[in-house]
């Protein structure tokens, strides 16, 4: 049991509004300050919040109380709550039968985590997951909110499968004050994501795979032969380089050096690369690897939309134009695509700067 895509399905004034908020490897305050007053609004109303954290947050001061789990002990924990809602029959049945699949594959799996054998595992008590599981049987409909404390694991996607459920198993789904609310972790991954910048789909959440979807994109973009399989993620790529099998890469506005969690191996994966491009604000660890490095504009010095966490379009007009040979990130990509299909260009500094970036691409394919 599983649906949807990577965003909010709900809004954040709904927050404020919650009868009752389960946040779960979330630091709102520090990572989301906006949205959390929300979350503090709702608790000054009379609504419930519950923290499930390894950490004791600033928002546990705001919580009724705190569940502190071992650090990537999530689908264990929530395999346990949804272990006593189904044996004791506290999950929505009428929902779970009209709205949701796969319910017995779940139960099969989730009774494998007694609320005992769930706490061995999270560290949280057998009795604390019992009151968890009341308050959320009790308190309808309950929102769930997470970030990258859930999604930052290797066993990420299941997490989020996994607070999915949930959801689902209690009935919160499509209503008010309800559902699953991941909050993202930069300012407009919402919008790349919703733009296709993703290796499974076109823009709109269109899966590459649907001959029928590829079609229609074909016939709007003018062209032919789409990719029909799913491409790279980042992990993928990066373990590419040394084999050869990924030969370059563009890195834009990404510090890879730096956040990945292995960074002996992305240093030596970005060392075996035979051509690098980065395209940043300020020299970081990966432009060390880079074999040209191009000056990106700011926020500032930007024009375009940004789409917020709870999917919000926000139109963004530049304070200042970018100095000196800065080019707003859509005019490279657009000036850098073009030159990889069309070799006449205007010789001036800057756009000879990117033309021969494009060649050198270009070598590469």
Not at 9 to 26: M, P, Q, Y
Not at 155 to 170: D, E, F, R, W
Not at 250 to 276: M, Q, R, W
Not at 321 to 340: D, Q, S
């Amino acid at each position: 049991m599983t649906f949807g895509s990577g965003a909010m399905t709900n809004s954040f004034a709904e927050f404020a509004k919650a009868k009752i908020l389960l946040v779960i490897g979330s630091n709102m305050t520090e990572a989301h300050p906006v949205a959390s007053t929300y979350a503090k609004d709702a608790v000054l109303a009379g609504g419930h919040l519950i923290v499930v954290d390894p950490r004791r947050t600033p928002l546990v001061d705001f919580a009724e109380r705190h569940l502190q789990i071992k650090v990537g002990s999530d689908i264990a924990f929530l395999n346990g709550v949804m272990n006593v809602l189904i044996h004791e029959n506290l999950y929505d049945q009428k929902f779970v039968e009209e709205s949701c699949e796969g319910f017995a594959e779940l139960k099969k799996k989730v009774m494998e985590y007694p609320p005992e054998r769930a706490a061995e595992i999270s560290g949280v008590g057998v009795e604390e997951i019992r009151w968890l599981v009341r308050k959320l049987a009790s308190i309808k409909p309950a929102m769930l909110i997470y970030t990258l404390g859930m999604t930052e694991h290797t066993c990420g996607k299941n997490n989020v499968i996994s607070c999915a459920n949930l959801q689902m198993l209690l009935g919160n789904m499509g209503v008010e004050c309800g559902g699953v609310n991941p909050l993202r972790g930069q300012n407009n991954v919402q919008g790349a994501c919703d733009m296709g910048a993703l290796p499974v789909v076109f823009p709109g959440d269109q899966s590459v795979t649907d001959e029928k979807i590829r079609a229609r994109f074909e016939a709007v973009w003018g062209v032919k032969n789409l990719p029909s399989k799913p491409g790279l993620t980042i992990p993928q790529m990066i373990d590419a380089l040394p084999e050869g099998k990924i030969r370059g890469f563009y890195v834009f506005g990404e510090n890879l050096a730096n956040t990945e969690p292995d960074i002996k191996h992305i240093e030596h994966c970005l060392e075996s690369a035979e051509f690098i491009v980065c395209n940043d604000i300020f020299p970081t660890e990966t432009t060390r690897f880079a074999d040209v490095i191009f000056p990106a504009a700011a926020w500032c010095e930007d024009e375009g939309t940004f789409t917020s966490s709870e999917r919000r379009v926000n139109r963004v007009r530049r304070v200042s134009e970018p100095p000196g040979l800065v080019w707003m990130a859509f005019h490279f990509r657009e000036g850098c695509a073009n030159w990889l299909t069309n070799p006449v260009f205007d010789p001036d500094t800057k756009t000879a700067e990117y033309k021969a970036c494009a060649v050198q691409i270009q070598k590469l394919q």
